[in-house]
């Protein structure tokens, strides 16, 4: 159940196809790290080349792309060697799908305990345990607070 949030800043004269890239990060995703891809979440968002600096130089005094990955994944779930190949493979596909990209464009894989995240009203440490998700007690509406004079 990863959560991908992908950061970038196209380089000039490249509109990426962002539906493409959420099927190319969602089945390296399911390669590499072995992932649901039907419980796999993909956001985008695109920055203008004057938003993004490396070094402090703008990007939008050179020509490349850059981009920065965040994945949320459930510690323990994956071994080094598995994230080494995401890494290398997510790298690459965006190298593809951006053009030249700068070299100071980051991954970070986040390994978050199972107790802390989940989706569907269950944490992942739930889950491992079978426990089902328990269904919501509608709330009453609240009476309206009047101001006081």
Do not use: C
């Not at 539906?19 to 390669?31: G, H, N």
């Amino acid at each position: 159940m990863p959560h991908l949030h992908l950061s970038l800043s196209p380089a000039f004269g490249h509109e990426p196809d962002l539906r493409q890239l959420a099927t190319v990060l969602t089945d390296l995703t399911a390669r590499h790290l072995r992932k649901d891809p039907l419980l796999t979440a993909v956001r985008f968002s695109l920055l203008p080349a004057s938003h993004w600096f490396i070094g402090a130089r703008s990007l939008a005094a050179d020509t490349r792309a850059s981009y920065q990955l965040e994945i949320q994944v459930t510690a323990g779930s994956n071994d080094d060697v598995q994230i080494a190949q995401f890494l290398a493979g997510v790298h690459s596909a965006l190298e593809s799908a951006l053009g030249q990209v700068h070299p100071t464009s980051y991954i970070v894989v986040q390994q978050v305990p199972a107790a802390a995240w989940g989706y569907g009203g269950l944490s992942q440490a739930e889950r491992r345990q079978g426990r089902p998700a328990q269904p919501q007690e509608p709330r009453a509406k609240e009476a309206p607070v009047s101001p006081t004079v």
